[in-house]
């Protein structure tokens, strides 16, 4: 008889988190890096494997969150000897860019190394907490791009369009989305075969019905996302936090996914990109065997 699982706590995996945070933020040579990483796989194995929400939706959420953490920090506190000088901001943003060059100043190339690892500890900080925070890497050295055409399509929008108007064109994304989803959560409500605590159900089913099932799913999940996306970047671009070249399309064109590998190449969201490819990881396996 196993034990029963211990209830989660939040503030375990924000601790996590901000440990992740402070660990990119120190110097490539620090021999502090380590012990953050196993803090963080000890934190991660702890919540996924022996705590509960109580909820099956919860719990896949944070279970898939912590995962992207875990891995997220092999890479970065492990893995990879230098990320400071791997993984930098582009200096690509238009209106900076003028700004310097009215200024007379001479502006970043692209690629050109910013001294990350020779900056002091608050200029590191806020590098690390902008770097978790954008795991595409959109106007980083590192960016995942969609396709060739919706990234020409987000270079042109990010030129001509004004601040108001992207923030009322992503509202409008937002709420035509929300719209969708909850149609489509109404939907699912009535497929038989989305029995709450009966998920053998879907394997009785015709495949008609599965087929149906799969569309509902893929659907509410990208309707959810981009809503999710286009609020944000309306809220942090009205705010004048970020601009609007710092938001372009979560999705790509449907019309490039017409097989599996540009399905999720070219038209899915490319968040996921440097996890799943776990590129480090095999660079760094590659080269050892290499060695030996």
Known sequence: ????RAQFHPALYVAAELIAIVGYATRPKSRLRWPFFLTIAAISIYLIFY???GNIS???SFG??????FFTASDFLVLNPDIQQEFKPVARRLKSYRAKEKAGAEPKKEGEDDGTSKAGW???FFWALKLRFNPRGVGWTHEAPLSTTTDSQNA???KKITRTSFVLHRLFEGVLNAIILDICTVAAKENPYFAKGRPELLLQASWAWRTLSVFQFVGMTYCGLRMMHSFLSAAFVGTKISEPEDWPLLFGSLGEAYTVRRFWGKFWHQLLRRLMR???HTEYYGSATVQS
């Open 1 to 4: 008889m196993s034990r029963p």
């Open 51 to 53: 705590t509960t929400t």
């Open 58 to 60: 919860s719990d896949y």
């Open 64 to 69: 898939g969150a912590i995962t992207a953490l």
């Open 122 to 124: 608050k200029s590191r």
């Open 156 to 158: 042109l929008s990010a």
């Open 278 to 280: 776990t590129l480090s």
